[in-house]
């Protein structure tokens, strides 16, 4: 028994010496990245304090400060400091700009007050306010992060036709898992055990490489910048090479670009109308959804009207998402491809989705599914079973 305590302290440690290196590695790397967005200099900042915490608790592994419980509940009110930075990069991520530096910095100042209060008045109350502050910061973050998430993603597929690195769900993950974590571990701070010591260190470095990896890839749309000033309602260059010169449909559009302004229902259906006529020429002709990242704003481009009104015929007369819109005909087209494939075919689920206009093949195989109701390999092989059937 006492070979297994001294086992799993040996690990205890060696797993937190590796989680400190883990940060250095990180905060190393994420340096060139901080630059790219204000997303990444947060995160950039919180790897950068996590990795002082970490190097801090090397002075433990002295004898004679080791089982010092004032040092401990010190070292514990230190390492809660970056919270708030943390909870920044969350919020950046879903919510550009929705948090200012003042404000972040505020909530630093309030949460690193405890430490010199602590040094001070070394009592159990401080401790324990200290812990309640970085409580209700995560609780509130995850809130926000929920709601901010919902709404981001309802703007997403409002506006684009693809999901990656432009999608928050894994920040919505990152935010539960982490903070989960944070809650359980510091409730049990002063009951921990070697095992559960292994355990947070293991589980911590896994959240981490997830966040730092997704965090990198992830880019961040500028249309939900909360200081952009710039209106989703901005007519297109009408002048631009990519929209229609056609003088009469010109003129429909002054027509009721004139009459909507006083809210004639008449002028509204008109302009449907001709909305409805451009775009299946747009998209049956011209085939514009095998843009892998086709966005609304160059669908209205490209039909010579703006983002607003093509948004309100797509969700108010066709009720579906651009999103969804878009990358039916991408799976129309794919269906099309496999049901006109020769016995001998060698084309692949890749090749496939690459022609389709899907950035991958996950993303090419969730809306296959969600739209026929099996996958494309599924469908593919239906095809070929159908062919040697029929000879």
Not at 290 to 301: E, M, N, T
Request: aromatic share 14%; with cysteine; proline share 2%.
């Amino acid at each position: 028994m006492e070979f297994e305590i001294h086992t799993l302290e040996a690990l205890a440690h060696y797993t937190r010496g590796g989680v400190t290196i883990f940060f250095i590695f990180w905060n190393i790397l994420l340096r060139r990245y901080r630059k790219r967005s204000r997303m990444m200099r947060l995160l950039y900042v919180t790897s950068l304090l996590i990795s002082v915490c970490y190097v801090k608790d090397v002075l433990f592994t002295f004898e004679a400060i080791k089982y010092s419980d004032y040092l401990n509940s010190l070292s514990g009110i230190v390492d809660i400091v970056y919270v708030p930075v943390l909870a920044a990069f969350f919020l950046e991520t879903v919510r550009p700009g929705v948090v200012s530096n003042r404000q972040m910095a505020a909530a630093i100042l309030v949460q690193a007050s405890f430490v010199p209060v602590y040094i001070l008045w070394p009592t159990e109350g401080v401790e324990l306010l200290a812990s309640l502050v970085s409580y209700s910061i995560s609780a509130t973050t995850v809130v926000c992060v929920t709601i901010f998430a919902v709404r981001y993603r309802k703007l997403m597929f409002a506006n684009y036709s693809y999901t990656d690195n432009i999608d928050v769900v894994w920040v919505l993950i990152s935010c539960y898992a982490y903070f989960i974590t944070h809650v359980l571990y510091s409730l049990s701070f002063n009951d921990t055990t070697w095992l559960s010591e292994i355990l947070f260190n293991v589980t911590g470095m896994i959240i981490w490489t997830v966040m730092f990896k997704l965090a990198q890839r992830h880019k961040v749309l500028k249309m939900f910048l909360v200081s952009d000033n710039t209106t989703e309602d901005t007519l297109p260059d009408m002048n631009g090479d990519q929209a229609f010169n056609d003088d009469a449909v010109q003129e429909e559009y002054n027509m009721f670009e004139k009459d909507d302004e006083n809210k004639n229902e008449m002028a509204r259906n008109e302009r449907d109308r001709v909305i409805a006529s451009r775009l299946r020429r747009v998209m049956v002709e011209e085939e514009m959804y095998l843009l892998p990242k086709l966005s609304i704003v160059d669908l209205a481009v490209q039909l010579g009207t703006n983002k607003t009104y093509l948004s309100d015929y797509l969700n108010n007369r066709l009720n579906v998402t651009f999103h969804d819109y878009v990358n039916k005909y991408r799976i129309e087209r794919a269906c099309y491809i496999i049901d006109n494939l020769p016995a001998d075919s060698r084309r692949t689920i890749l090749d496939l989705s690459t022609s389709c206009g899907f950035n991958s093949i996950s993303s090419f195989n969730r809306h296959f599914v969600k739209i026929k109701g099996i996958s494309p390999k599924e469908y593919l092989v239906n095809h070929f079973e159908k062919i040697e059937s029929s000879c």
